[in-house]
């Protein structure tokens, strides 16, 4: 099994930056993406990011330019830099850990529990 643990989120002024982290422990061997996920109150969960176990990165296109996703793989955790926040990022944001599908898509492991994120004046 693979455990995640969210942290980073608070509240931050527009304009502002935050930098999430997800610690990833257990079966770590078994992931193969990892993403970042936003669920704002009343709207459904949303893709952030995603980043490979190679690398590769894919972002929603309302946080381009402004969100930036990495990974340690020595430390077996993923960051998510937030920059010139806006308060429609507002949101619960969960990390997820995926396993490639042998047809080449990928299915979800697990979820973390989330940290949230407020951007206020």
């Known amino acids: 099994q693979v455990q995640l643990v969210e942290s980073g989120g608070g509240l931050v002024q527009p304009g502002g930056s935050l930098r999430l982290s997800c610690a990833a422990s257990g079966s770590i061997f078994s992931i193969d993406r990892m993403g970042w996920y936003r669920q704002a109150p009343g709207k459904q969960r949303e893709l952030v990011a995603t980043?490979?176990?190679?690398?590769?990165?894919n972002y929603a296109d309302s946080v381009k330019g402004r969100f930036s996703i990495s990974r340690d793989n020595a430390k077996n955790t993923v960051y998510l830099q937030m920059n010139s926040l806006k308060p429609e990022d507002t949101a619960d944001y969960y990390c997820n850990a995926e396993k490639r599908h042998y047809s080449g898509t990928y299915y979800i492991i697990t979820w973390g529990r989330g940290t949230q994120v407020t951007v206020s004046s």
């Open positions: 980043v490979t176990s190679g690398g590769s990165t």
